[in-house]
C-alpha cells in the first residue's frame, strides 16, 4: 500500500541535542511538507519542498533544518536552537499534475524534552 | 489573529443528533479541505472543496462553500461515536496550491 511513514512515533530530546525525525513516501510525490500541531493550535508550516534539492521555509522554520536529497525522503532536525520543541509533527505530501489534489499525511511523531 | 477561523472550538452531541463546524476566511479559498484526526494520530482527508456554491456528501457528512469562496460548513446527520475526533480545515488562500492554511480545529465528542 502507499502512504506516508513517520519514524519514530515517539521521541525524546536531551537540552542541547539534535534530533532528526524521519519522513518516508511511497506515492511518487513530488512535494513535501512539515507542520507543528501543538495543543489547541491548528497546524503550522515549518519546512517545504517542491522539488528534490529544493525547500523552502514555511512560517516557523527557526531551530528546524531539512534536506531533500531524493524524492521518497524529506527529514526534518530539530535543533539545539528550537527552545521549545515539544510537539506532534507532521510530514504530508502531494502529487504534480493540473487538477487540484489534497495533501496526504502521515502518523506524525510525538517530540518530547527529557 | 487567525487567518482561517474556525467554530466551535468543541462540540459535544448526543449519538443521532445533526451538527455543522464552520470554518471562515477574510480572504479567497481557492481551494479548501476538510481533514478529520484522531487524537496523536495523522489527518485523514474527508473532502475538497474548489467552486463557489459547491457541495460534497460522503456517507453522513456533507461540505459546502459558499458563493463568496470564504466560508465552508461541515455537516453530520445523525451523528454516531464513530465520527468523533478534532476535524481541521484546511485553506489554499494564496491561489498558488503549494501551501496551506490550517484552522484551530473543533473536537467533537459523541455522547451514547
Known amino acids: 500500500d502507499g502512504g506516508i511513514t513517520q519514524s519514530p512515533k515517539y521521541l525524546f530530546r536531551k537540552e542541547g541535542q539534535n534530533v532528526t525525525l524521519s519522513c518516508e513516501q511511497n506515492?511518487?510525490?513530488?512535494?513535501m511538507y512539515w507542520y507543528r500541531q501543538d495543543p489547541g493550535q491548528g497546524l503550522r508550516l515549518i519546512y517545504y519542498?517542491?522539488?528534490?534539492?529544493?525547500?523552502q521555509k514555511g512560517d516557523i522554520a527557526e531551530g528546524y533544518s531539512v534536506s531533500r536529497e531524493k524524492k521518497e525522503s524529506f527529514p526534518l532536525t530539530v535543533t539545539s536552537a528550537q527552545k521549545n520543541p515539544t510537539a506532534f509533527y507532521l510530514c504530508?505530501?502531494?502529487?504534480?499534475?493540473?487538477?487540484?489534489?489534497?495533501?496526504?499525511f502521515g502518523d506524525g511523531t510525538r517530540l518530547s524534552i527529557l | 489573529s487567525q487567518e482561517l477561523e474556525q467554530s466551535p472550538q468543541s462540540l459535544i452531541v448526543q449519538e443521532g443528533k445533526n451538527l455543522t463546524i464552520n470554518c471562515t476566511s477574510s480572504k479567497t479559498l481557492y481551494g479548501l479541505y476538510w481533514y478529520k484526526q484522531k487524537y496523536g494520530e495523522g489527518l485523514i482527508f474527508l473532502m475538497m472543496?474548489?467552486?463557489?456554491?459547491e457541495e460534497k456528501s460522503h456517507e453522513k457528512i456533507t461540505a459546502k462553500l459558499d458563493e463568496k469562496k470564504q466560508q465552508s460548513s461541515l455537516h453530520i446527520t445523525a451523528s454516531q461515536p464513530s465520527h468523533a475526533g478534532i476535524y481541521l480545515c484546511?485553506?489554499?488562500?494564496?491561489?498558488?496550491?503549494?501551501?496551506?492554511?490550517f484552522g484551530t480545529g473543533t473536537r467533537l465528542q459523541v455522547t451514547l
Open positions: 472543496l474548489q467552486k463557489g456554491g
Open positions: 506515492l511518487n510525490h513530488d512535494a
Open positions: 484546511g485553506a489554499d488562500i494564496t491561489g498558488t496550491a503549494s501551501k496551506l492554511t
Open positions: 519542498s517542491q522539488i528534490v534539492n529544493d525547500f
Open positions: 504530508a505530501s502531494i502529487g504534480g499534475g493540473p487538477m487540484r489534489q489534497p495533501q496526504h
